[in-house]
């Protein structure tokens, strides 16, 4: 309301997407694990179309909902961080686009150079790091 975007948004009650109309052209899926966003978008194979962008705040098991995506052909195209309190989240852009797939680790450096750039959560900055070296080394 704030910003004068009301009428070009809706909101529906339902399961996952199951219920929704198709004539849009953005979905957020926010606040949940990965097993549910992916059990969520797969039972919706019509997502798999590259006029939909999906913006995803996953909650937990971010590296399977990667490995999900990048199996299923989608894209992400960009990341950015959200900070509530004390917390950090990745926020991605991910498009379907099959061909060509992105790396496995795609959008991850962006995450290591948000965090480094905050000074924050030295750990989990480490872990990133360490991420993206498995999964560069799974992909060689």
């Known amino acids: 309301l704030r910003y004068g975007v009301e ?17 849009f052209d953005t979905l957020v899926c926010a ?24 913006i995803l705040q996953c909650q937990s098991k971010r590296p399977q909902l990667r490995q999900w995506l990048w199996k299923n052909g989608f894209s992400i195209l960009r ?17 379907y686009a ?11 450096s962006q995450t290591i150079a948000g965090l480094e ?11 990133f790091r360490k991420l993206k070296q498995e999964l560069e080394k799974k992909t060689l």
């Open 7 to 23: 009428k070009k948004m809706s909101f529906h009650l339902c399961s996952g997407v199951s219920g929704i109309p198709r004539d």
């Open 31 to 54: 606040g949940m694990g990965a097993d549910t966003m992916i059990a969520i978008l797969s039972a919706a194979p019509w997502l798999r179309d590259c006029r939909y962008r999906l």
């Open 79 to 95: 990341e950015t961080l959200a900070q509530d309190g004390k917390f950090i989240y990745p926020i991605m852009e991910v498009t």
């Open 98 to 108: 099959p061909c060509p797939p992105q790396p496995l680790w795609a959008g991850i």
């Open 117 to 127: 750039e905050s000074g924050q959560e030295p750990q989990r900055l480490e872990r």
